[in-house]
Nanobody, 123 residues
Framework: QVQLVESGGGLVQAGGSLRVSCAAS????????MGWFRQAPEKEREFVAA???????YYADSVKGRFTISRDNAKNTVYLQMNSLKPEDTAVYYC?????????????????WGQGTQVTVSS
């Protein structure tokens, strides 16, 4: 069973940047797709970004051009660099791992979740 632990959330002003990290333990995750989802109050959890085991990246339209996902397989860690943040990016951000090398585009694809980290963007 893999454990995912997020860090790096916080409060930032609109237009600012944050980087959140997700450290995996329990097994090597290099051969699995990993990603980030977010959930704002009273909204459904939604896909943000994913990275395959080869490093191919995928983004929600709402964050494309502003967010960058990356992974360091040697450290069993995935990152989400968030630039030009907007108040509508405010949410709890969850790290996720899929069960396959590719294809982590929906909640249904997720095999394990982290506990989440709060990101708040003030206007």
């Amino acid at each position: 069973q893999v454990q995912l632990v997020e860090s790096g959330g916080g409060l930032v002003q609109a237009g600012g940047s944050l980087r959140v990290s997700c450290a995996a333990s329990g097994r090597t995750v290099s051969r699995y797709a990993m990603g980030w989802f977010r959930q704002a109050p009273e909204k459904e959890r939604e896909f943000v970004a994913a990275i395959s085991w080869t490093g191919a990246t995928y983004y929600a339209d709402s964050v494309k051009g502003r967010f960058t996902i990356s992974r360091d397989n040697a450290k069993n860690t995935v990152y989400l660099q968030m630039n030009s943040l907007k108040p509508e990016d405010t949410a709890v951000y969850y790290c996720a791992i899929g069960g396959q090398p590719y294809g982590l585009g929906s909640v249904a694809d997720v095999r394990s979740w982290g506990q989440g980290t709060q990101v708040t963007v003030s206007s």
